[in-house]
């Protein structure tokens, strides 16, 4: 109902798929959620509030927003350095980093000229995060996106009766003037200084935000730079909080599963966002690292099912990635070295079944004749169902760091099976 000539959604298959394509074949991206909260992680007044409240946490122990500004004038982290984020990005094989650069909280990690409640102008810091990663990013291969929370629980005009206790009463609000005078400017703003890939939205659930509010921001945005990608999140189409869309033709170009992976393939881009521990902002105490082994096994499940994985970290207040995340980054991306033409640049094999669910296919995006099995754990022998071994022509089965030595094999009328070479590794072990 709100489409017509110059509505950026009605752009052609091929102009999408193009437009689209650097994403798809990345496959993998990280996601960095710093911010004030990175401050009180997950404590207030020396009480530990809840699980999962790090960058909720001005919401979730309910501090009125003067009082949870003051983070500002210790907002102080004299140990981040870009190059050493962007050198993580790389060592895990990242193609892509989406960072927060406004979340719920509305506290900006750039200096812009809309807000004095910013890194340069609020806190002793003064410098522009942002603009430093994306200086550090420069030929790295590392496509930059912004995250962007609509919702904003700091700016007086975006302040909602269900937030109402953190702020100025609603009277006062006024939305229309809040996205018109504060969030489109911003963008604009985000746009001119960072060039970004994409924007990354959230907190589109609050009542105030529509779908026409969404398709005139994601047509806004469009032209102010055609290429970019825009997460679904800037429309209203969501169920609820799950990750895909209720309906056709909604603004955005890519679903937002967050801390799941889809069982189904839909006929729409999606890209499951994952936390490496329990939160997505730095938290003391959280210390629910999921394995890399586990972490892999994501990667390969999503990968398989056509899907991005964005894993985030959450940098500490002295601006540091936490060394249990680097650490499973830099072994993810070892694992990658080897198999990353299994995850890169593919998109998932329809046809071939494995046995016993343990094993995900892939296969190149523009091969046919391809198809990647990674086993999930070490199945031996390893059979694989609906798939032929063309012999005659030329066909065969290697293993991935194996060079060109072949594998052994049998073909049964429903598939192959493969014999394990002596000495390999499953997903997350390493050697
Ligand atoms: O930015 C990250 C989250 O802060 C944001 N999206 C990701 C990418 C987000 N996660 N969940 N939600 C938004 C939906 C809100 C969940 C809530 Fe709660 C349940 C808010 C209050 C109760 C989680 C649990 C946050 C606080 C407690």
Same mark, same amino acid.
């Given at each position: ?11 052609t ?12 074949e ?12 990175a ?12 699980r ?14 003067r ?19 962007v ?22 990690l ?13 806190t ?22 912004l995250?962007?929370?609509i ?53 589109d ?16 945005l ?9 997460n ?22 890519f679903?937002?599963?967050?801390q799941?992976?889809l ?18 902002g ?17 990667? =390969? ?5 056509? %899907?991005n994985? !964005? +894993?985030?970290? &959450?940098? @500490?207040?002295? *601006?540091?990635i936490? #060394?249990e995340? =680097?650490?499973?980054l830099?072994?993810? %991306?070892r694992? !990658? +070295?080897?198999? &990353?033409? @299994?995850?890169? *640049?593919v998109?998932? #094999?329809?046809?071939?079944?494995g046995?016993?669910?343990?094993v ?14 990674? #086993? ?46 002596p ?9």
């Amino acid at each position: 109902s709100h489409a017509c000539w110059h509505d950026m959604r009605s752009e052609t298959r091929a102009e999408k798929d193009q437009r689209m394509r650097w994403w798809r074949e990345s496959t993998f991206g990280l996601f960095v959620h710093f911010g004030l909260f990175a401050i009180p992680a997950g404590y207030h007044k020396g009480r530990r509030v809840g699980r999962g409240t790090s960058e909720w946490i001005m919401h979730s122990a309910r501090i009125p927003d003067r009082e949870y500004a003051k983070y500002a004038e210790q907002f102080n982290p004299v140990g981040f350095n870009a190059s050493e984020w962007v050198a993580t990005a790389k060592a895990a094989g990242v193609r892509y980093l989406v960072i927060t650069t406004k979340h719920h909280d509305g506290f900006c990690l750039w200096d812009s000229q809309y807000t004095s409640y910013d890194v340069i102008d609020a806190t002793p810091f003064r410098r522009d995060i942002v603009k430093e990663l994306k200086d550090a990013l420069r030929g790295s291969g590392i496509a930059l996106g912004l995250y962007y929370s609509i919702m904003d629980w700091h700016h007086p005009d975006a302040v909602l009766r269900k937030y109402n206790h953190l702020n100025t009463p609603p009277a006062r609000a006024n939305w229309s003037r809040y996205r018109e005078e504060y969030m489109k400017p911003q963008l604009q703003e985000l746009t001119a200084k960072f060039d970004p890939a994409l924007f990354w939205f959230d907190g589109d659930w609050i009542e105030a935000w529509s779908e026409e509010q969404g398709v005139e921001l994601y047509n806004f945005l469009r032209r102010l730079k055609p290429s970019l990608l825009v997460n679904n999140r800037l429309s209203k189409a969501r169920k609820g909080h799950q990750g895909m869309n209720r309906y056709k033709h909604a603004a955005g170009d890519f679903g937002t599963p967050e801390q799941e992976i889809l069982k189904e393939v839909e006929g729409y881009d999606w890209e499951s966002c994952m936390t490496i521990n329990d939160n997505w902002g730095f938290t003391k105490d959280d210390s629910n690292w999921k394995t890399t082994s586990e972490l892999l096994r994501n990667l =390969v499940d999503v990968a398989s099912k056509g %899907g991005n994985y !964005l +894993l985030n970290v &959450g940098p @500490a207040a002295d *601006g540091v990635i936490p #060394a249990e995340s =680097v650490s499973r980054l830099r072994d993810i %991306g070892r694992w !990658l +070295l080897v198999n &990353g033409e @299994a995850i890169y *640049g593919v998109k998932r #094999a329809q046809h071939a079944h494995g046995e016993g669910k343990m094993v995900r296919f892939t296969t190149p995006a523009r091969e046919r004749s391809v198809v990647y099995a990674v #086993a999930l754990q070490k199945l031996s022998p390893l059979r694989i169902s609906n798939i032929r071994v063309d012999k005659s022509g030329g066909g065969e089965v290697r293993m991935l760091g194996h060079g060109d030595a072949h594998v052994l094999y049998e073909s049964t009328d429903q598939g192959i099976s493969i014999a394990w070479p002596p000495g390999t590794a499953e997903a997350g072990e390493h050697g």
